[in-house]
Structure formats: structure tokens, C-alpha cells
């Protein structure tokens, strides 16, 4: 199956669940995500905020939040992604054309040289478990995760979170694709084969 096939076909599969079937099992990816080691080393997690039909990202926000981790969401500008610090009081950013959440522009920018752990919370269409993933087709997170595991190198992880449905045999993949470090569902939790 292609990469557009592949969309195309995840697209269906999460037009067929639920809202609160989704908010349910979206609750669930956050506890499971707060079991990880990554998790637990990180002190700032950056986190997309989530679109219609995609897996509802306000429980990890709290979460990182009430463990006292700074939270970062991201910014699409032009052809790349900032991350900018959600200050403390901050509401639900007002949402874009695509119906994203939207940071405002003047916050901080997320500092990933700074040291300490750093936690990506990556989105996607379809992911393997060899933690490969499919995205929308823009290519903005393998370009952002690529410069930021230049800045941050062993201390960033990136962990990809989905339902179950949306695990698949195999995700095709292109020589600038960026692997993952996991990927959590509501079932299980995914890690990457490391080298030995």
C-alpha cells in the first residue's frame, strides 16, 4: 500500500469511531504514556494539540502539567514547526483553517538546547511496530524531529501515540523519514528495536 493509500484508508477507519469512544481511549494513551521511561525523564514535553478525529491530547497536557513538566505545542509556519511554551494560564488556543489548535505567536519558544529530557509527542495516520509512521503528507515533524535530535541528541525522545486501528503490518518509508523511539496505543506500548 502507498503512503496516500494508506491516508486515505486511516482517514476512513477514524471517521468510524466515536467521539467518546475516542476521548475514552485517548485517556487511556495518556496513562500509558505517563508509564514510560520517557516519560519519566522528561521535564518538557511538546505536544500537537489535537484535530477533529485524532487522539485528544488534553489528558497528556494536564498530565505533563500536574507533574510539573514544561509543555510546549506547535506552530506551523511555513514549511516548518515551532514549538512554543503554553504558558500556565493559557485556555484552548483558538483552532486554524484545519480546525488545529493554534498557538499564539509571541510565547516562548521551546528551548531544546537548554538540557534536560524532552519528550515529543508525535501524531500520524498509520504506524508500525517497528515505530515507522505515516503523517499527513507535509513532512513538517520528520524535518522538526530531525534538527531537534541535532540539538538535543540522546536526551529527546519521540513517541508516537494512536488507537490500536491504527497499527498496520508494515508503513512504507522513504530515506527522510524519521523513526520513532515508541509509539502507545490504548492496548500497548511499542519500543523501538535498539542497536546492540
Known amino acids: 500500500m502507498t503512503k496516500p493509500e494508506m491516508r486515505a484508508s486511516m ?3 477514524l471517521r468510524g469511531i466515536g467521539s467518546a469512544d475516542l476521548a475514552a481511549r485517548s485517556l487511556r494513551i ?3 504514556l505517563a508509564e514510560t521511561d520517557a516519560w519519566s525523564r522528561a521535564d518538557l514535553v511538546l505536544c500537537f494539540l489535537s484535530m477533529p478525529r485524532e487522539v485528544d491530547t488534553s489528558g ?3 498530565a505533563a502539567r ?4 514544561g509543555v510546549a505545542a506547535p506552530r506551523i509556519e511555513g514549511r516548518t514547526i515551532r514549538f512554543l511554551m503554553l504558558p500556565p494560564e493559557a485556555g484552548a488556543p483558538p483552532r486554524d483553517r484545519w480546525g488545529i489548535p493554534e ?3 509571541a510565547w516562548t519558544e521551546a528551548d531544546l538546547a537548554r538540557g ?3 519528550l515529543v509527542v508525535v ?3 498509520a504506524f508500525d511496530r517497528a515505530c515507522n509512521r505515516v503523517g499527513r ?3 513538517f515533524y520528520d524535518g522538526f524531529l530531525r534538527e531537534a535530535r541535532g540539538l538535543a541528541g540522546e536526551r529527546l525522545s519521540a513517541i508516537g501515540v494512536c488507537v490500536r486501528e491504527q497499527l498496520v503490518a508494515e508503513v512504507p518509508r522513504d530515506a527522510h523519514d524519521q523513526m520513532l523511539d515508541g509509539v502507545v496505543t490504548e492496548v500497548e506500548t511499542i519500543l523501538a528495536p535498539r542497536d546492540t
Open 11 to 13: 482517514l476512513g477507519v
Open 30 to 32: 495518556a496513562r500509558r
Open 60 to 62: 497528556i497536557v494536564s
Open 66 to 69: 500536574a507533574g510539573g513538566k
Open 103 to 105: 498557538p499564539d505567536p
Open 116 to 118: 534536560g529530557g524532552v
Open 123 to 125: 501524531p500520524g495516520l
Open 137 to 139: 503528507g507535509k513532512g
